[in-house]
Every structure is written in C-alpha cells, then in structure tokens.
C-alpha cells in the first residue's frame, strides 16, 4: 500500500499553507507541493477568541512566510487548517470549539478563502494529525489506523482507505469518553473530562499523582505534570510507576476495544503526554499480554507536535487545483 | 439516502439464492431481482461438519425451490451465502469458524461455483445479517449503522457508506471481547466466551441467572433461557428484572463505546436475544440516560432471523450480472 501523495504526482505548480489553530498558538507553515516544509511562523494565540482576529493572524504569518521564501502571493495554490473543535469538513464550518475559545459554527474555509483567494480545507486538528500521520509520519503507506492525541484531553483521528473517517455528526473518533474497566460511568457535565480522559489524559495523570503522592517519597513536586511523572516511572520510582500503571492498562483497554471495533493494524500515538516512551513502552507490553486474534502495533508518532501542521499541508496539496463540485 | 438496491435497478434477468449456513440448520431462499422471497428451503446441519457436504446440501435446496417455482437451472444467475466464521470476502474464502464446525481456510465461494455454474459471494453471517438490515430491513435508508447479533454469542456487523466494513484482518466488529466497566479483564482462551459474551450473551445471562435464583422466588426453573428470564423481568419478577438490568447496562455501554467511535446515528440489534423487547427497551432507556453529544437510535431488527436471509440474497443481487475484475 502506498499513499495518495506516493501515488499521484501533484498537478499543480505553486505553493500551500498549513495551519495549526490551538489554545495557546497559531503555527502557519508555507510547503511545496512534495509536502516540504519551507518556513515556519508562530504567534500567541492566548487570549484571542475572535475567529476574524484568528484569521487576520494567519494573513499576517502567510504574507511574512512568502516574503521570507522571496515568493508572491499569486504562489500561493491553497491553504488547509486544523482547528480545535467539531468540524464540518463538506460546509468548511467549525461547528463548535471548546468553551475557551467558544466558536459555534464558524464558516472557517470561507473566511480564509475570501482573505487569501484560494480554496481553502479546515478540518478538526486530530484528523488533520492522523491525515499528517498517513501522508509523512508514523503511518505513511498504512491506510487504515487510529491516531490516538492524548494531551490534556484525549481524542482520536480515525483513517480508513487513506481518508480521515469523520462520522455522521462529524464526532468520530471522540474516545475521550469511552467506558473501560475502571473509569467511572457517571454523567459528564459540559467541560468537564470524559471517562478515558481524567485517567489517560494530562491532568487526570496529575490528579491521580497528587492522590498518591507524599513527602519524602519522590524528588518530583505534588504539581508535577504526566510527562515529569512518567520521567520519574522511568526512573524507579514507585509512585509514579503506579500512575504509569493505572495511565497506561486504562489505554491499553481504549486501544483494545477500538481494535475490536475496526479491526486496523495500527494505532500511533501522538500529543505530548501520548509521546512519552514510557506510557508507549508499558501500553505496548499490555497490549501484547492480551491473546487478541490479531495484534495491533502501537507506535509513537513520528511528527510529534508538528502532525497537524503536516496534515494541514497535505489537505492542501490534497486541494490544490483541483475542482470541487461539491461547492 | 436511499439504498442501493432503492437507487439502482437491477440489470439482470432472473432468479438469485441466498443462503444462510448456521450450526444447526442450512436454509436457503429463492427470490426474485427486487430481493421478493417467492421460496425457502431449510435443512438441519447438526453434526455435519464437512463443507462439501454443506454444499452439495445448498444444491439440493436450489434444485428443490427452482423446481417449486417452476424454474430451470438456466434462471439462476447469483448466489450468496453467509457463513458462521471469519470470512475473506476478496477471495470467498472462509478462514475459520467456531470449534462446532472447524473450518479453516475454506473456498466456499469456489466450491459454490463449481457447484451451481453462477457467480457466488461469501461473507461472515453478521455482516450478512447487517447488509440485509440495509437492503430491506430497520436501516433501510441508513448508510451509517452497526447491527448487533445477540444470540449466544454477540457479534457486530458495521455499515459504512452503505457497506460493510470488514477491517484488515476481516474480523471488525469482533465486539464479543470489548471490556467495559464490569466485564473481566482475564485473558479468554480459545473457545472460551469473551468479556462481553459473558455478561450479555445468552449463555452469560442464564448463568447470571442461575446464579441468583432461589426456589420459591420464581416460576421459572432454575435452567431458564435468556429470552425467558427477560419474559420474566417484563411480569415483573424482581430477580429476572436484576438479571436484565445487568445485561442491558453492559450492553449500553458497549454500543456507547462504539458511537463513540463511529459516530453512526442507528443500532440495530437482532440474534434472537437482542431482539427482545425487553432488552431492546431498558438498552434504550440507559442510552438516553447518558448526555452524549449525539443520540443513537436502538431499534430492534425487523428481520429477525431472517437478516441473514436477506443479506444474502441481496448480496447475491449485487453481483448479478456485473463483471467482477477481482477473479
């Protein structure tokens, strides 16, 4: 199996943006047509709710990157960007965000398109991470896998037959609520953590770290974060080896059960707590324990940070002089 | 939506067979290009295990029902048939079945062939069942769904874009293992019903129940089905009704966990315990309990026993006639 990027040679001469919409950052990037990255440009996000405003930023980081690049704007062919909530991929419309930013169907591809006149493609960030995966990562020549982003909260960016697997209501792969031995099956209020989430995800780590931690016991502080325990699991200590534990057999139940579910060969791991060798290493050993008919491989992601930029890229080059009679 | 059988007339003239190839019977149905039923055939397959005999039996069935009709041979022009195991759907072939019938590697799709001259289609009873729920049953219309067969095993067949998703290794929807909160978390060796089975398939629920009876707290006996434990909860009978709540709240879970996932607005349940009422309703009442984001529908398949049937016959009626690049 290959990739559509491996496949099918780009038809179209010029370059694409990349855009990475989060909580506390925008990170444009400017990229040929192989998927190359040739400049990068960031700018604090915190603060800012204003989609216009967002889209205003991102202007400012594309004309600076194709400035730097001695490019003008008529090299500009498209532009894809993930953002941090519900989408809807077929309307370009960010249906919702989380209540920090508090975007309620945003009409985001229009809003670029009419700014930077050239068809532009917005997706949710962890599908554009998978889809970053497939096209240049951990995935590339896999067409069907889970892309798991555990940071603060845990996701998933489902990939069947080479494209991001969406949902009817655009909600697919929202794992941070699945019911594994261990998790509560309480209700969930609005912003508050899901099930799988406040044990696998970053604060949920520290909440059960601050549980069990004691003077005396570890050189690490009460508020320490997932990645600084798991460096602490990974060093001998106990304690935050039970944390790993607990962390890494809840995950290793998620990624079972979406195993069974789907029946991929591969899940990638990504967002910054997901990354850590440690939790990849002990979920792996768990997963490996369990007699499944067929094994899935865990590894971690190879693009780490950068996988929805990346995926954002191949979304526009996926675009890229292309028509769409859908519009 | 509409279906594809609602949306593409049938380009053939003539009869078609579907088959449904189960642990204690063989039955087969004659029907006409609309997927009518005009004639069924069945015939007990207990104790036999050789798969040229399961075929030589289907022959005999369609001579039977062609001569019934009033038809020759010369009318046929498909075959389907579903079969109780893991199933290659590219190359026909069965590559397992439960220890009952210990198939391994089977062409059933040749031998059929062979057999009756037409072309043939095999695939895993389940996905058969979840087709025939499309074609001609409670998802008709639905592009997006999971069917769930409950008997005394529990499997899941899934649609996707109007068909069925068989994952990489042909065994998706493998939901029999999902662990949820109460399942166990053991290892389950061969032959051994998974953590899921355990609880809400018909063999787990009658040693729930066996479990809590007592002489005197009920009428039924101590060695109940399920479909009559569940009666009993209906009338009213408060250890029946315990027995229920179980298996209903496992099961919820369960399909929470997989609209999690695949974001699939429809589940059908069939197998002759998932068809019951009672379980079909306090399933219901706990999915609507639960504040997910978006609500699956549960409903009860309309075919019964008969999803196989259909699903087979109509995956007959797609192959009719059309060239198949794939042999």
Not at 7 to 33: M, P, Q
Not at 43 to 66: F, H, N, W
Not at 291 to 298: F, K, P, Y
């Amino acid at each position: 199996m290959t990739t559509r990027q491996q496949t099918e040679e780009a038809s179209f001469e010029g370059l694409v943006v990349g855009v990475d919409i989060g909580g506390t950052n925008l990170r444009v990037a400017l990229a040929n047509k192989a998927g190359t990255i040739v400049g990068r440009w960031s700018y604090s996000t915190v603060g800012i709710r204003d989609p216009q405003e967002i889209v205003r930023m991102t202007c400012k980081g594309v004309e600076a990157l194709l400035s730097a690049n001695a490019s003008s704007h008529g090299d500009l062919v498209a532009i894809g960007a993930g953002a941090p909530g519900i989408t809807d991929t077929d309307h370009g419309k960010v249906l919702a965000t989380s209540y920090l930013m508090g975007w309620k169907n945003i009409p985001l591809r229009d809003l670029l398109e009419a700014e930077l006149g050239v068809p532009a493609f917005v997706d949710n960030d962890v599908n554009m991470a998978a889809f970053g995966e497939h096209s240049a990562g951990s995935a590339r020549g896999v067409d069907n896998f889970v892309f798991l982003a555990i940071g603060t909260g845990v996701g998933a960016g489902i990939i069947l037959n080479g494209e991001p697997f969406r949902g009817e209501g655009w909600i697919a792969g929202e794992i941070g609520y699945m019911l594994v031995p261990g998790t509560s099956v309480g209700l969930v209020e609005a912003g508050e953590p899901g099930a799988l989430e406040a044990i696998v995800g970053g604060e949920g780590i520290r909440s059960h770290w601050q549980g069990v931690w004691s003077e005396g016991s570890t050189e690490l502080t009460k508020d320490a974060t997932a990645t600084q325990i798991f460096d602490e699991a990974l060093a001998g200590n106990p304690l935050a080896h039970a944390v790993l534990g607990l962390a890494s057999r809840t995950l290793a139940y998620a990624i079972y059960n979406i195993s069974l579910v789907l029946n991929c060969p591969l899940f990638v791991l990504g967002g910054n707590v997901g990354l850590h060798p440690a939790l990849v290493d002990a979920t792996r050993v768990i997963l490996k324990g369990r007699n499944a008919r067929v094994q899935s491989r865990l590894v971690p992601s190879s693009l780490g940070v950068e996988a929805q930029l990346y995926g954002a890229v191949f979304q526009a080059i996926a675009i890229a002089g292309k028509p769409n009679p859908g519009r």
